[in-house]
């Protein structure tokens, strides 16, 4: 494989995954105020807020792991996304390392990040950080259900266990997954939010409890990585649900379109519901999302 | 010669060692970490042949096959590790001894069964390790009665099981040669097969703690010295695994009882699931990691059920794998254990500062554990799930998904309650472990590094250990891992892409700003405008996962030792009705002496 190469498309992948994540925040943002009916920031105002904390003059640290928390996340949604197709027109610009991984991997160095993440958030001593953690490990343990069903479903059905092949088979057969498995596609719909973290599932973040949980101990330049990745790994979620799912785009402007209205679902669902608490969270994800997941693994068994 | 010499030599130098520690402590020492370097040496460097004599009628046959041969390399490796790890770990210990008289001949066992060729000294060895296992974990003194006991119960229906299923098969085939039961097993009758080998299988179940036979490990792990619980969980429960791995495969895959596999393979997935819940809510690091042991056991039990070539070798790959990060990690709880004299999540916090070599070694440990990339445990974890996708166990699958998304719950409170949160003045004079207590840490955490890229290391040993199980030519390549489907991940480039990221990303956020960065401690925290005395601490260690215990109670309540308890009380209701009659008083039985004389002479009267 050539090196050079990787590094300029992983790069451009990079920055694209960057500006486009930053600027769904932005919109979320400007949505959110319009629903609320504020005026709201303007959308690049996320690029500002990047900008200012990767200048402050100041950051404080207190220790090792918390040091490394922000790297092993971004190492996570950069790596991740190397990993994933982001056109199907068999466009040999944006391969990066599509074809050398496959989902089941994925799954597990998506959740790399989340470690690093804990162990930090752990090392600052504060107790909201921890308590943020449990939660959030609690959560995942009730989203990751339905959506292993959902990617278990296709993958058996389809005997292929890659992104780059459930992508063919949607090109081939003309037809979206979403519509082939519909079962398969509302577990993995609904288990959408949770992954975002957005209202009713911000039981991590909490602002009105926990003082925004994990990320309370972290300023300056460490917050300024975790703004970044958390644009990135976006980007990076909305990608692969729309491989998965929606066919994937031919070129940027569907990409665009699809991540877009697939991203409203949860932010727009977000702005009508209060928080769960963290038990009905996964109460939630186990109620009718692994109902629809188990029709879907029986509608692929069929 | 013959390699039944290493065993007896095995024996032999524990009785030395026994004499040694009598007449003086350090020569003790000297003699365990002599046998400790001579172990490996020896066994790599030795080519063994096999053996045999008669005794009595049975022949005894040894040798090792390339199947045992896999999981003599982990005996030996993590033999020799531990021994090292107990020197300093034991030295404040008395009866030290005792000790390594029963750790060494708890080794030779393991050797021996991997040798045995038949099944009679696969029983003797059985029971040797059975035997000496059971004194380290009652060596402490400690709730012999409670632990002790139940472990030894346990122990003994595994051996009558095993006991009878030789007899079974001595009388059916006249031998008990075990190469020459797998050949005939296809000749039995249907009874037979299901008979003999359920009867090894329970045998095979107990000692690597497949539920419901389960009971008796937490706490067996836990009473044992953690030196030795790193060998009883790394090594010796894989003992139960070897076992396990041929009856599942000689006896039901290759014979096309499939249904029996797949039993065993929905038994080892309930197993991981109850498992890995219950060391969620564990508050002491010991039975946390006791538990995620018989957890872990449980996924490789479902490797073995389904049968697959994948599924074995992701067995297998995982039983290795275990050996070491679980070795690790209950190393890492003997130095903690060792300098801080506590092993409860609400006395322990803040470690990382005093002891980061442990916590390093246990990160690399728990990374493994869960599965996370750039390790080797992502391998594992990989290779169960392609086995189980391209064999079609839909709901198999999403049982282990959901086992090992809640071990990273637990895997999480390990780090973070021994290591992480806020100090506190109490660890102030807290040491790092010995020199010689992290060399067998770090060594492993080096191996898991790097099986991570290059798990073609193991997968050689693996796949010719397959090939006498029945899978012949199995394909495997150094870093990249292939399913059935023709899918595959390139480790060199996955491990390669993250570190680099990392590295780069580390280079620019520690030059950003490098000189303003001020360092503080853990109680210089964001806490709404209110400032933590130095006598407050609010490190977070009470009701860990209360909100995921509010999900799961429901299921929480069924507990087979429940079923256990009350069975037992039931019968020791039945025997207390005995109790009445035999009361132990003279008086009593001279009463019932004159009643049945009475009940003879009336009888006798009447019928003259």
């Keep these: 494989m050539d090196i050079w190469k990787l590094l300029l498309t992983g790069s451009v992948t990079t920055v694209l995954a960057f500006v486009v994540g930053m600027l769904y925040m932005g919109l979320r943002r400007k949505i959110t105020a319009r629903v609320q009916n504020r005026v709201g920031p303007p959308i690049y105002q996320n690029f500002l807020d990047v900008m200012k904390l990767w200048s402050k003059k100041s950051s404080i640290n207190h220790g090792f792991m918390q040091h490394v928390a922000p790297l092993w996340m971004i190492a996570t949604s950069i790596t991740t996304l190397m990993f994933i197709p982001i056109l199907n027109n068999g466009s040999t610009f944006f391969t990066n390392l599509t074809f050398e991984g496959d989902l089941i991997m994925l799954l597990y160095l998506m959740v790399v990040g989340s470690l690093g993440m ?144 697939l991203y409203m679902f949860p932010v727009l669902w977000g702005l009508v519901s209060p928080r769960f608490r963290t038990e009905q969270a996964v109460r939630f994800f186990w109620g009718w999302p692994v109902f629809f997941g188990v029709l879907g693994l029986i509608q692929a068994a069929i | 010669m013959s390699n039944i010499i290493i065993i007896l030599a095995i024996f032999g130098w524990a009785i030395l060692t026994y004499i040694a520690f009598r007449l003086n402590k350090t020569l003790g020492n000297i003699f365990v970490g002599l046998i400790a370097v001579a172990l490996p040496v020896y066994y790599f460097t030795y080519v063994p042949e096999d053996y045999s004599f008669q005794v009595m009628g049975l022949t005894l046959q040894f040798g090792f096959t390339s199947f045992s041969s896999l999981f003599a390399i982990l005996v030996v490796i993590l033999g020799a590790l531990t021994l090292l790890y107990s020197i300093p770990y034991m030295n404040k210990k008395d009866r030290l001894g005792w000790f390594y008289l029963n750790f060494l001949f708890s080794i030779g066992g393991m050797l021996g069964i991997l040798m045995s060729k038949d099944f009679v000294s696969l029983f003797i060895f059985w029971e040797i390790m059975t035997w000496s296992s059971y004194l380290i974990v009652i060596f402490s003194g400690k709730k012999v009665n409670k632990v002790g006991v139940k ?117 080892g997935a309930i197993t991981a699931v109850l498992a890995t819940f219950w060391a969620v809510f564990q508050t002491d690091i010991r039975k946390l990691l006791a538990y995620s042991s018989i957890g872990q056991l449980g996924y490789i039990a479902v490797g073995l059920g389904i049968g697959t070539e994948l599924g074995v070798m992701a067995a297998l790959f995982l039983a290795l794998l275990h050996g070491l990060f679980k070795g690790i990690l209950f190393m890492a709880a003997g130095a903690i254990e060792y300098r801080t004299g506590k092993t409860d999540f609400s006395e322990l916090r803040g470690l990382i500062w005093k002891m980061p070599v442990t916590f390093f070694s246990a990160l690399v440990a728990i990374i493994a554990l869960a599965g996370m990339p750039p390790l080797s445990g992502l391998i594992s ?46 660890i102030e004079d807290v040491k790092e472990a010995p020199a010689l207590m992290l060399v067998p840490m770090v060594l492993m955490s080096f191996g898991l590094l790097a099986l991570g890229t290059f798990p073609g290391l193991i997968f050689k040993h693996i796949s010719s250990s397959m090939s006498y199980l029945g899978f012949n030519d199995v394909t495997w390549e150094m870093s990249v891992l292939t399913n059935e489907w023709g899918n595959k991940i390139y480790l060199t480039h996955l491990n390669t892409m993250f570190m680099v990221v990392f590295a780069v990303f580390f280079v620019i956020i520690t030059l950003v700003a490098r000189k303003k960065t001020r360092r503080v401690g853990t109680k210089d925290i964001a806490n709404a405008g209110e400032p933590i005395l130095a006598e407050d601490n609010y490190h977070f260690s009470q009701d860990f996962y209360k909100p995921f215990w509010r999900v799961i109670s429901p299921v929480m309540k069924y507990r087979i030792e429940t079923f256990y308890n009350s069975f037992a009380n039931g019968i020791g209701e039945f025997f207390q009705f005995f109790r009445r009659v035999y009361t132990g008083n003279g008086q009593t039985y001279a009463l019932y002496v004159v009643i049945f004389l009475t009940i003879l002479f009336i009888v006798g009267a009447t019928l003259i």
């Design chain 1, 118 to 261: 804990a162990l930090g958030a752990g090392q600052t001593g504060n107790p909201n950080s921890a308590i943020g953690v449990t939660r959030g490990l609690t959560q995942m343990v009730g989203f990751e259900i339905p959506w292993v069903m959902a990617l278990v479903a296709l993958m058996i059905q389809h005997r292929t266990t890659t992104v780059a092949g459930l992508l063919d088979v949607q090109v081939q057969s003309g037809t979206w997954l979403m519509l082939s498995s519909p079962f398969a596609f509302i577990a993995a719909l609904l288990a959408i939010p949770g992954m975002f973290r957005y209202s009713p599932f911000d039981i991590v973040g909490a602002p009105a409890e926990l003082a925004s949980g994990p990320i309370s101990e972290f300023g300056g330049k460490y917050l300024g990585t975790m703004m970044t990745n958390g644009a990135i790994f976006a980007f990076v979620k909305l990608t692969l649900f729309v491989d998965i799912f929606m066919g994937g785009a031919s070129n940027l402007g569907f990409l665009l379109l699809k991540t877009f209205a």
């Design chain 2, 381 to 426: 974890k990989w290779l169960i799930y392609e086995a189980l996708l391209s064999s079609e166990h839909y709901f198999l699958i999403i049982l282990i998904f959901l086992s090992s998304t809640a071990a990273f719950l637990y895997c999480f409170h390990f780090l973070y309650g021994v290591f992480l949160g806020q100090r506190e003045d109490d």
């Design chain 2, 151 to 267: 472990y030894m119960v346990y122990s003994a229906i595994g051996a009558y099981a095993m006991l009878m299923a030789i007899v079974l098969i001595n009388k059916w085939s006249g031998t008990t040669n075990i190469s020459h039961f797998f050949e005939t097993f296809a000749d039995y009758s249907n009874g037979a097969k299901i008979l003999s080998s359920l009867l090894l299988l329970t045998a095979f179940a107990v000692k690597s703690a497949l539920m419901p036979l389960h009971v008796w490990a937490p706490n067996a792990y836990t009473n044992s010295p953690m030196s030795y619980t790193s060998l009883f969980s790394g090594a010796l429960s894989k003992m139960g695994i070897y076992g396990m791995a041929l009856v599942a495969i000689m006896l039901y895959t290759n014979t096309g009882m499939k249904f029996f596999g797949e039993a065993l393979a929905w038994l």
